[in-house]
């Protein structure tokens, strides 16, 4: 029975614990190709993705559970090995960044932003749609320097907006219920 794409939407749910096997290359190129119809003011195009995959995962817990210490930033040797746990698994790392195009004054900061967030949702529901999950993260040192440098994205120019984990979830999510939308919804009549 097929799914009706609305289905998708309603029934997308985050699974921070996943596994291989991740999405192919042809499956990531669909990903990523969906981050490309997010609404965008002014065309800026401000996302960027920088794919981690493979060994270079372990490579940047390493650098982000260091930086973290370096930083001073609290990290207890619990949550270093269930970070490194939590990533040993995990089949692809998307890191995410906003470029700011400082020469652009017109279109506000925070719509590029959320140009870029609109993009990761694309991208986690199409992950949704093909039948893998993924969780999006600020954890591993998002909000440290060295980090965003490591990663090529400089404080100067970028914003570091964090991880989407992706893969096959290790667990079958549950189903979540999820808030009636009336509670956040009212209708201006102008009178
Ligand atoms: C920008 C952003 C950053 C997030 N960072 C974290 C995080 O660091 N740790 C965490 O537990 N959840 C984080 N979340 C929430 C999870 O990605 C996820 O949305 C949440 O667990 C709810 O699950 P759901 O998407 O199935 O509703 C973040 C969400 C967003 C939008």
Redesign the pocket.
Known sequence: MSVAPIDYLLS?????FVQAPGPTDEQLSLILQAAMSAPDHGRLQPWRFSLIRGEAIERLADLALSATKAAGLPLTPQKEASTRSWLAKVPLLIAVACRMDHANTKIPEHERLLAT?AA?TNM?NAIHMLGYAA?????LG?YVDEVNEALGFDGLDYRF??YVAVGTPTDA?LP?A?PDYRQFVTEWTGG
């Open positions: 997308r749910r985050s699974s921070k967030g990761v986690l969780f999006w993260s600020t954890g998002t907006m964090g999510p979540l999820r």
